[in-house]
């Protein structure tokens, strides 16, 4: 044979067992084998048994996947995975473990049930970590990290042990507050054994108490109070959000406390009413609109010193005769307020009108169209202290104006002021 033919014969014997150089070989148990070979564009898997099944690629944008041996589940048995990059930084897997009563692979299917539970929407960027017996899928989504962690049960099926979950819901209350994510730790059963508040670099977050004093509650529900309280000023590990409520691990002397506390009392804009000058220099004016014949809702706010807001709110505090306490949020202000040194800006000029049964003044909708607002809440008939306050996540504490507007309920409006466009 000619020695170019010869040297040509030689490199098409020798192409597959370089293609196949860094397919892997699996030793489960001693004295048995399983090893991957490939098949065009696809790959097989031959069990231990010398049968073969055609192994599932993940569905990604490369055309060559990468194989890893590892024991996944955490039984002694190296098991299969096979990844491909997917985007820029995510990689998605499929895993073939290894059942030693049948000695041989199988694919892991995820159930819908528990993917439909998933930060990540099935086995992503896998991390070990033997120390929690948790195998940890890890992927990016925005700007955002996300991961899940998996344990085994006895059958070699997954469950899920902890996951991120990120709160997309906004709390029009309390815009200081805002918690976006949170780790859940489950049982076996899907219980939340554990929860805890983190930032984006997996730190624990904590919240500082706005109030004199905040009472303890065992759940979260008015009825199980108990007699211990916080006090202004003391920083807990925030644990889970549920509604208006927060449950929180404080590091008292006699050991940590993990309790509730009622948001609505923590942030009680009547109890923290003061009037002391506000300690950012800010002063909120509000004119008298008691006039039946001039019901105009005028507030102004100045500062003595450069202050930014960014998610300001209207309140109004009314109060009762009878020393009852009603707060409304009246509305956000949807843009950004800057003043300068020594600066005023009018937040509001309007008059307070009646339309459709209700008492109303006009405030832009977040789309700059024009929309009315409801200015009284449902109240009991009767005389109402009235005052304005202003809250904003970059203010030392809320804004009171000093005034306080004397009316009734319901109010007299002169009927020429009626829709007033």
């Known amino acids: 044979m000619p020695l170019v033919r010869h040297l040509l014969a030689s490199a ?3 192409a597959p067992l370089l293609s196949h150089a860094n397919l892997p070989i699996l030793e489960p148990e001693p004295g048995l084998q399983a090893h991957v070979q490939q098949d065009g564009d696809s790959y097989r898997l031959q069990q231990p048994d010398g049968s073969w099944i055609e192994l599932e690629i993940p569905e990604a944008n490369e055309t060559a996947p990468r194989f890893e041996v590892a024991d996944y589940d955490f039984d002694g048995h190296n098991d299969l995975g096979i990844s491909m990059a997917a985007g820029m930084v995510n990689e998605v897997y499929n895993l073939y473990l290894y059942r030693p009563t049948q000695r041989r692979y199988e694919f892991l299917a995820l ?26 899928s890890s992927c990016r989504s925005g700007p955002r990290w996300y991961y899940d962690a998996f344990r085994f049960d006895a059958k070699g099926q997954p469950w899920l042990y902890k996951t991120l979950q990120v709160q997309e819901d906004y709390s029009p ?33 904590t919240w500082t108490v706005p109030t004199a004093r905040l009472y303890l509650y065992q759940q979260p529900h008015e009825a199980s109070r108990s007699k211990a309280y916080l006090i202004q000023g003391d920083v807990c590990e925030v644990l889970a959000r549920r509604g208006q409520w927060l449950q929180i691990r404080y590091a008292s002397r006699k050991g940590a406390l993990e309790r509730w506390v009622s948001l609505d009392q923590a942030y009680d804009l009547h109890r923290r009413y003061s009037a002391a000058p506000h300690p950012d220099g800010a ?7 008691s006039d039946p014949a001039y019901p105009n809702f005028n507030l102004g706010l100045s500062a003595d010193r450069p202050l930014t807001l960014e998610h300001a709110e209207v309140h109004l505090l009314f109060t009762a005769s009878d020393g009852t306490e009603y707060s409304h949020r009246l509305y956000a202000v949807h843009h950004p307020i800057t003043l300068s040194a020594n600066e005023s800006a009018m937040l509001d000029d309007n008059f307070i009108e009646h339309r459709d049964g209700q008492f109303v003044v006009y405030h832009a909708d977040e789309r700059g169209q024009d929309a009315h607002v409801p200015f009284f809440p449902k109240l009991v008939p009767g005389r109402y202290r009235v005052r304005a306050v202003l809250t904003d996540a970059h203010l030392s504490a809320p804004i009171y104006s000093a005034q306080e507007v004397l009316v009734d309920y319901p109010p007299a409006i002169a009927e020429k002021k009626l829709n007033t466009p």
């Open 283 to 289: 002063t909120l004016g509000m004119a008298d609109f």
């Open 173 to 205: 209350d309390y815009p200081y507050l805002f918690f976006p994510l949170f780790e859940k730790t489950f049982d076996i059963r899907g219980k939340v054994v554990a929860s805890r508040a983190i930032d984006d670099d997996n730190r624990p977050q």
């Open 12 to 14: 098409l014997l020798a």
């Open 111 to 136: 159930p819908e049930t528990l993917v439909d539970r998933l930060g990540c929407s099935g086995f992503c960027g896998l991390e070990r970590k033997p120390e929690e017996r948790a195998l940890y």
